[in-house]
């Protein structure tokens, strides 16, 4: 099973065999990801015919973006981020078994998306501060506004800086847009197809397996 086109990794049939439930998470990941985009694409498509009328190339705020629905926009930016993260960690998991390469991996192939998920999607940065984030970094995380330009939304594109006595920090998050980063990964991890997935549940002899759900704690 070819796992990125560009790279060419590919996970052998014996492996792929020892990881159906691995092979099964990434064809999951691969259909809610793309239905994202789908969705995402749907909006996109009835701005940029709003924007058209008026050669609108940016919009902020109001406008075009007045009526849109930004909240689900911008959740969706959030789960495109965690899910493409995790699709692409597993890819990378599956190939090379080691946390460092795999980190090099995720970072290499899609940096901003990696960012954004460490920063906003995952948790904010804001409410979970690491020792190198700046002032600037921690107020851009909860700063998770959409903004038009040119046909798509993006998000992380509003980068405020903080003008302390010795220079300007700057966030470290950067604009990427969900429906441009779909059309780039879809070449690296879906060339020819996505993958299909299946319910069934492989037991290993003398194992079992036990269905738990608890109705009396919801959260």
């Known amino acids: 099973m070819i796992l990125d086109y560009v790279d060419n990794l590919e996970l052998p049939d014996n492996e792929l065999e020892k ?18 985009n789908q969705e995402l694409t749907k909006y996109e498509v009835v701005a940029r015919q709003e924007a058209r009328k008026e050669n609108i190339q940016l919009a902020v705020s109001g406008g075009i973006l007045e009526n849109r ?17 995790n699709y692409a960690q597993l890819v990378g998991w599956l190939i090379y078994k080691d946390k460092m390469l795999v980190k090099k991996y995720t970072n290499r192939i899609m940096p901003k998306i990696t960012k954004y998920r460490n920063k906003v999607a995952a948790h904010f940065a804001f409410a979970d501060p690491r020792q190198d984030d700046n002032e600037s970094t921690l107020t851009s995380s909860v700063m998770t506004n959409i903004i038009y330009f040119e046909g798509r939304f993006y998000a992380g594109a509003i980068s405020p800086s903080t003008i302390n006595t010795k220079n300007v920090d700057e ?17 690296r991890f879906w060339l020819k197809h996505f ?25």
């Open 19 to 36: 990881h159906n439930y691995a092979k099964n998470a990434l064809a999951r990941l691969s259909e809610g990801l793309d239905w994202i």
């Open 171 to 187: 966030s470290a998050l950067e604009s990427w847009s969900v429906t441009l980063a779909h059309e780039h990964l879809s070449k």
């Open 195 to 219: 993958p299909k997935s299946s319910q069934a549940i492989m037991i290993p002899a003398k194992d079992t397996v036990e269905i738990k759900i608890d109705r009396k704690n919801p959260v």
């Open 69 to 85: 629905p930004l909240g689900i926009i911008s959740c969706a930016f959030q789960w495109y981020a965690v899910s493409m993260f």
